[in-house]
């Protein structure tokens, strides 16, 4: 196996409602490797999604330790937590989750905002648009860069949103359900963009899916049951 | 460092929200409140001190002994060198009512001969015109009385009776039914003219003038009426609207001659109740106050010496007052625009929770996200800021325009300039006062951001992803 990218290692996550506490995670180990497709499956409610929060940063673990090229990293600081997230992550969700004010173009181009003064981000904004425009065209998005997400097909739509994932150079992307929301010839097309991505860019991908035959293509396959990775 | 994302995503949410007008206007509408209304006040104000300042004279020695003899206050006064001018002043108070054939017709149409609201009180200040020219603004005062009514252009001493007066009386004084005696030359009094008009007096109009004083009978003293005649010889004005409603002036040495001083008696007082001084221009009046007080201390110790502004310190305090009450009230308008901003954002923000979600996933901070909220409201604040500064400069400027068009157009004035006896209306825009709004509203506006911007700041971004 390659080098590990991120890794998990005895991760509990409990929610409390009320005073009473649900476990969601109850002790998750796992390594993703650096350009390595993951495939996580499991029934709904087994805790997939908050497994895949805690790893991207968003959610701090009850317990246990997450480590980024083997750097515990939910202790830092929550500037250097953001930093990282935005420079070695990316997220794809299941509903696209673009912003409804900006057009494609500009879905992608907020990558591009996230670490730098608006000034800066001023000077280099021609490159920085170029890039965003090549990047959409590398997700098969050759036109309507400047129409709104509600102007866009959910295909589309999630392609924008992969782009956007990619501008920063992530190593990892964490996917929830990309195809989730999309009709079999559709999803068919955005999981090959993402195998392609694999392919050229090296990316890793750790991707939440229900689908067994795209689980078959991935280079392994996680299996979770309430909270608890079973193989 | 702010964000590229938070300058941008504040533009673009405050683009895509029309309703944001609403408040950028409320900001501008207190703004423009603020300048203008403060201005028309503080110029209203500038005009009330420049007419009170008219009718006062520099400094004001006054609280001397009964007994005070005014040609040894005024060696010592004088002996002070930046004091350039004297008058003598003699208060007291009395009443008159209009006499001879025109004032019994004038009380019979009034029908007042008997009532006894048919005098006027008034204080009766006896001055000397002379000195009065070179220690206080008595100039202006009766060139004012002029352009208002009927006094005569300035004359050597405006408490003389014109002859051309005497001689009509004279005429007059032959027609039958008419107290001829009477009307002999009689001393002149100066009435203002507001009085004037308020009372129908006239020109040459005589009038009874009535006071009191005490006189000693053996170990007693007995109160005694006095009552002389004099005749209105021209009017005055000084703007100074509490001394012309209650001031009559008559010569200082007739006054004491009311008062039992008669001039030529060898053992009489040159009484006085208060000394005007004009101070050399360019020296500071309040040194010159202190000092000159210091020098009478010795043989008046009850005496103080007033500037200009503590001898209206009641009235200027009780405009200004007026003027912090108005700036406080106009500040409310400022708050409402502050309530309309706050929620606002506040709706803004709960319409963007999945967005906060969304960014954060991308790398977004806290603060970032604070920022986007915090900069909408900064760019209401400064577009509502400029706006308001802007028209309210404007209108302050083209005020006495739109009160024309308005008054000759809708009919409306809307700021009745004759209520006051001005021809324009005054304003007077203070830089500082403009900055000061400007600044304030900023600082309101950015508060009333702050709170939701806080809120969006403290979001659980997974809980906001998921949110509908
Ligand atoms: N913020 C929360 N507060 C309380 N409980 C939560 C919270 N988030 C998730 N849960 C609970 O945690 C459990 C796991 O949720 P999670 O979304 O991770 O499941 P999942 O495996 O992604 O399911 P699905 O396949 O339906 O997306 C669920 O029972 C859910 O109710
Ligand atoms: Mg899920």
Redesign the pocket.
Known sequence: MTRAILEASAVTKS?A?GSRS?P?LRGVDLSIGEGEVVALL??????????LHVLGLLDPPSSGRVLFEGRPVHDLPIRERASLRHRQIGFVFQFYHLIPELNALENVKLGTMMDRGLLSWMKDRRELDERARDLLRTVGLTERHTHRPSELSGGERQRVAIARALIARPKVILA??PTGNLDSETAAGVLDLLFRINREEGVAFLM?T?DERLAERCDRLIR?KDGVVVS | MIPAYSGFLALRYLRTRWVNILGTLGVAVAVWALIVVIAVFSGFIGEIRRSIRIATPDLLATGFDAEASFEELDALIRSDEDVIGTAPRLRHHGMYFPYGRLGQHLQQTRGMVTSPLAFDFVELVGIDPERERVATGFETWIENGAEHGFAPAMPDDPLEVPLALEEQWRREARQPGTPGPLLKASPGVLVSSRRARASQLDLGQQLSVVTARFVERGDDSDLVQVRRYFTISGCFETNHQILDETTALVGIDALREMLGQHPDDPFAIDLVSDVAIRVRPGVDPTAVATRVQATLAASQPGATVLTWEQQNRVFLGAVDQERGMMKLILFAVMLVAAFLIYSTLHMTVTQKTRDVGILTSMGAAPPGILRIFLLSGGVIGVTGALLGVATGLLSAHYLNDLNDWSRARLGVELFPTELYSLDRIPYEIEPGWVTQVAVSALVITLLAAWLPARRAARMDP??ALSHE
Not at chain 1, 42 to 51: D, M, P
């Open positions: 929610y409602i649900i969601v499991g029934a709904s409610g087994a805790g997939k999604s908050t497994l929830d359900e939440v229900h979770m | 997974v809980r």
